[in-house]
């Protein structure tokens, strides 16, 4: 996407258009952030842009976005066909599809604080650790042994899963949980472990 310094898209390519408006990439363009992203997760968002244009320093974002762990990078541009000024170039890719963090030391990153868990919402915080652990690959044993909880409660929890997401079987949940990057946004061994959710 690449957005003015009125926070407006003035142009997106379909996939970006997709996920964050839920819209074409033509019905998308004219929008402001604050159109396509609610309350918290819009201010997030435009003060990121704020900043990326006011010091020209890229970020690196990191977000949860229609359930998808995405990872973008957030730039500067100057001399963007049509804008009266300096733009920000939003490239966003799936966090799984990066092989290795190529970022280097002087680009600072950004974890999203508020984030849109799409299929995930609705699940409860047990249900979303269990969710992540399924898709570190562990059994219903070795989830029930790192979260301190019984087999049987932890069989419950997935059966909840099954019910909630529509998955079919364990391997669907595995990928749903991985796409979604819950394993690095969860504290999965301590009570009372959190994720920062859409407001």
């Known amino acids: 996407m690449v957005i003015d310094q009125d926070y407006r898209i003035i142009n997106s390519n379909a996939a970006a258009a997709k996920v964050f408006a839920k819209r074409s990439a033509k019905d998308a363009t004219g929008l402001r952030m604050t159109d396509v992203f609610p309350g918290l997760a819009a201010q997030e968002r435009c003060e990121l842009v704020k900043t990326v244009l006011a010091t020209g320093e890229?970020?690196?974002?990191r977000d949860l976005w229609s359930g998808?762990?995405?990872r973008a990078t957030v730039r500067r541009v100057e001399g963007y066909p049509g804008a009266t000024g300096p733009v920000a170039l939003w490239i966003a890719c799936a966090e799984d599809?990066?092989?290795e963090d190529t970022t280097g030391p002087?680009?600072?990153?950004q974890d999203a604080k508020h984030v849109d868990l799409g299929s995930l919402t609705g699940l409860t915080m047990s249900e979303l650790k269990v969710l992540a652990l399924i898709g570190e690959g562990l059994s219903?044993?070795?989830v029930?042994?790192?979260l301190h909880r019984a087999v049987k409660t932890v069989e419950s929890h997935r059966a909840a899963l099954t019910d909630k997401t529509g998955s079919a079987s364990r391997v669907q949940l595995g990928i749903m949980a991985?796409?979604?990057g819950l394993a690095r946004r969860l504290?999965?061994?301590v009570p009372g472990g959190d994720v920062r959710v859409l407001s």
Request: hydrophobic share 60%.
């Open 106 to 109: 002087h680009v600072r990153t």
């Open 140 to 142: 219903n044993a070795e």
């Open 144 to 146: 029930a042994a790192r």
């Open 97 to 99: 599809a990066i092989a």
């Open 178 to 180: 991985r796409r979604a």
């Open 68 to 70: 998808l762990a995405l």
């Open 58 to 61: 890229p970020v690196i974002f």
């Open 187 to 189: 504290v999965l061994d």
